[in-house]
């Protein structure tokens, strides 16, 4: 499992390389750009234009897209990590690799998993949140964790409501 695990974050990096970059992407880096040149024009659901505001030093907007791609893998794996961690509260070790495989397998996370957009960047904080409350229960340090990550969460999508039932 642990190799197949392996070949699907190594999949999620080629991808980034490969996908047709969509609208939606390009939009986000809009916000970006709208930030650096100090037009951003609403300040709801735009907390990822500090966390990418270095894109616009990179030349041209594909080369930017593809580098912003390159972080979503990173959280992708991070919150493969944090599935694991997750898992491995209720299941062993093998039962929480199978977890994580699954969640690589589904296609929604094969085809946008490391996308430039919200939803990675929230997947990661919901579940870094969820690993933090489950892993440390009680804990005043991981609930102060926990809290702040589902702050910036929102503050980049209202879409972390879908959530909130966990």
């Known amino acids: 499992m642990a190799s197949a695990i392996g070949v699907a974050l190594t999949s999620k990096l080629l991808l980034a390389f490969r996908s047709n970059i969509h609208w939606d992407e390009f939009y986000f880096l ?19 234009v500090h966390l990418f505001s270095w894109l616009p030093w990179l030349d041209g907007e594909v080369s930017q897209v593809i580098a912003a791609r390159m972080v979503m893998a990173a959280l992708a794996a991070s919150s493969a990590l944090a599935i694991y961690g997750i898992a491995r509260r209720f299941a062993s070790r093998g039962g929480a690799l199978f977890a994580v495989l699954g969640s690589l397998a589904l296609s929604v996370v094969v085809e946008h998993g490391a996308s430039f957009r919200t939803d990675p960047v929230a997947t990661f904080l919901v579940l870094v949140a969820l690993c933090c409350m489950i892993r440390r229960p009680g804990s005043v340090a991981a609930a102060i964790l926990a809290g702040a ?7 980049v999508t209202i879409k972390i409501a879908f959530f909130l039932p966990l």
């Open 30 to 48: 809009s916000m970006v750009h709208d930030y650096a040149r100090g037009d951003l024009a609403t300040g709801l659901q735009t907390f990822h």
């Open 149 to 155: 990550a589902l702050a910036v969460a929102a503050l």
